[in-house]
């Protein structure tokens, strides 16, 4: 039989990113933009391997950003396609891009530590090959910095784009209401947030140059620098203003192995730091908690559902509660609503009815999915890997 932390875990945890996302739109004062002629400098780096097919689209939405003082600096890690002939005729198009041609496959955390050690500039905003940019996602992204100086980074909020399919579908709901409603929620609650997407972050110049630049030797570089930039005593925040669309995996398999490789950084990391909980401050070690009870819910639902089987098995003995799953249901519509009222000015992100179907078996998915790949990152914790090495992306249809 199913306990009550095992039943009710997922929603008041549901209920937490919920409230803590409402105080954030209540207290959290929106950064002021900066003045054109006191603008600081950014340089955007973009590491790529194989991105002939998606490259020129991005560059496209990153000169027509709205910000002015910046520079946009390609970085090819020996692809095997013609991402370096686009990066060319790129540089020849538009005066603010640079390339940078690598003669040998080092991964990306190593091609972005070049790019920084080239830069001057005040910021670094790294960015993915296949994603599409808000013109005023820069802007957005340097006022919150300018505007905190104990951030050492900020990251913006990606959006799905490829929504064909059922899995495409379910993603995108995932990321307007859970992963868009948990970030403002632990920026609220603490002043930080559990790691930032590596597709759209901004870092302060200085604060990577104190940890170091990127971590070569893990899997996430992303979720590696995050909490870096916590044992340097440098905040991380989220702007949830600063959106971009993005393409994501359209199979299970591809999905599987997306997650799996999140799920095994962010292990790799906590695993690694488990040591220094004790000497973060008090917001970061509810971060740390949190990454505690769930990896807990996930065994403790595990073993329980397995119990509950011999039971059913045995003993002809199956407890299903309808209760629960009326308590599920109305945690998810709730969910969906407080995402339209939070998201109803925002062009760049819609509703579909259609997207309205998927509803009652969003919630099954979206643990079940947590279920899946934290057993799958554990087993793939002792594969021997020499770095974060580029793998080859189900991005789906790309439109």
Known sequence: MLGAFE?????VMSLVWIIGSIFYILVKKKPKPVRKELQPSVEILMSCFNEEQVLEACVKTLVDLDYENYTITLIDDKSTDNTVGVMRKLRDKYPQVKVIESQENLGKAEEL?????????????????????????????????????????????????NTKTVIGKLQYLEYIMNIDFIKRAQDMLSNNILTVSGVIVLYRREALLDIKGWNTEVLTEDIDATWRLYRADWNVGYQPEALCYIYVPETIRGFIKQRTRWARGGIEVFLNRFKEIPQLTLGRQFLSLDIIFSYAWVFAVTFSTICLGFEFVFLKNLMLRLDILVIYYATTLMFYLASRIVNFKHDFIRYPHSFFLYLPVFFYAYWLNNIVVVFSAFYHMFDRSKYAAWGDSDRGTIE
């Not at 039943?7 to 929603?11: A, D, G, Q």
Request: glycine letters at 6%; one cysteine or more.
């Open 7 to 11: 039943l009710y875990y997922p929603v």
């Open 113 to 161: 530590n070049r790019g920084l050690e080239q830069s001057r500039a005040d910021y670094i905003l790294c960015v993915d090959a296949d994603a599409i940019f808000d013109q005023h996602a820069l802007s957005h992204l340097v006022a919150t910095m300018e505007n905190n100086r104990k951030l050492g980074a900020v990251t913006g909020r990606p959006i799905v784009k």
